[in-house]
């Protein structure tokens, strides 16, 4: 009569313990002849100088730069740079209207701002008549459409029949999805459930 064993191992413990056996071999193996970092550096320097030294001067330079940000009167070029970039890159800021010197700041400007300030607020007021007498025809339009023609109600219930078309779609799109899974799962695991 052969022994009882008597620890049991399950299999997917024993497979997975043997697929990652050379990964562990192989990351002993990488940390025993790993290179010091004294060989490292020097591998690095040899292949990699050149980005090493631009790095390291981008370094530098950020870093001054960061300097004369925190202190404005250090640098005035920098400053003078910084103007620009805020200024969309022209010169001096501009005056996106025209402005007449002659005018600007007298009795007559004065005059001429109200009289646009009143010409732009009837304007509005136009504007205004014309969208409440639009607004009361399309009220007035939809009323007529209730109480005759029921065009709406069709428009709506083309819509409820695409949201209807919709929504069987998807259902049997999971139910398609469901029942591939559930195959796949049968023809993998033999259709015998795990204990």
């Known amino acids: 009569m052969p022994p009882k064993v008597r620890v049991k191992i399950p299999v997917h413990v024993l497979v997975y313990s043997i697929g990652f056996m050379p990964a562990a071999a192989y990351a002993y193996h990488w940390y025993k002849n790993a290179p010091t970092d004294e060989q490292f550096e020097k591998e690095l320097s040899k292949n990699y100088s050149q980005n090493i030294q631009s790095s390291r001067d981008k370094h530098v330079q950020m870093t001054q730069f960061l300097q004369n940000m925190k202190d404005p009167d250090k640098s005035v070029e920098q400053q003078q740079r910084m ?18 010197d002659s005018i600007y700041g007298t ?9 646009a300030v009143m010409g732009s607020s009837s304007s509005n007021n136009n504007d205004g008549i014309i969208k ?64």
């Open 83 to 100: 103007q620009e970039v805020l200024l969309g890159g022209r010169g001096q800021q501009k005056r996106l209207y025209a402005v007449d």
């Open 132 to 195: 409440k007498k639009r607004m009361k025809m399309k009220k007035k339009k939809r009323r007529k459409n209730k109480e005759g023609n029921n065009d709406e109600s069709d428009v709506g219930s083309d819509n409820e029949r695409t949201e209807n078309k919709l929504l069987k779609q998807s259902v049997a799109g999971v139910l398609i999805a469901g029942t591939l899974a559930a195959g796949v799962s049968m023809l993998l695991g033999g259709g015998k459930r795990s204990q």
């Open 107 to 115: 009795e007559e400007g004065a005059k001429l701002q109200k009289e």
